[in-house]
């Protein structure tokens, strides 16, 4: 995302506008905010996973055995 922000929300928009739903895991999500607060978080990059998280339509955490399973609705992102 970092190297290519342009492409991925131009596809992102390109899916959204055929009704398909944007997911991510749990642990990307968690990722992606953590780099936020890390060493080499930039103004930029904040903005980036920002616009980024609110065309997420769910993300999805682990069950027990081990499939993702929609866990939070968008208003939580």
Same mark, same amino acid.
């Given at each position: 995302?970092? *190297?290519?922000?342009?492409?991925?929300?131009?596809? &992102?928009?390109? !899916?959204?506008?055929?009704?398909?739903?944007? #997911?991510? +895991?749990?642990?990307?999500?968690?990722?992606?905010?953590?780099?936020?607060?890390? *060493?080499?978080?930039?103004?930029?990059?904040?903005? &980036?996973?920002? !616009?980024?998280?609110?065309?997420?339509?769910? #993300?999805? +955490?682990?069950?027990?055995?081990?499939?993702l399973q929609?866990?939070?609705?968008?208003?939580?992102?």
């Amino acid at each position: 995302m970092r *190297k290519r922000p342009a492409s991925v929300l131009q596809r &992102l928009t390109n !899916e959204v506008e055929q009704g398909n739903r944007i #997911v991510i +895991s749990a642990i990307t999500y968690a990722e992606m905010r953590y780099v936020q607060i890390g *060493k080499k978080a930039s103004a930029k990059h904040k903005v &980036l996973v920002d !616009e980024f998280v609110e065309r997420v339509d769910a #993300v999805l +955490s682990w069950d027990q055995s081990g499939d993702l399973q929609p866990s939070c609705p968008h208003s939580c992102v």
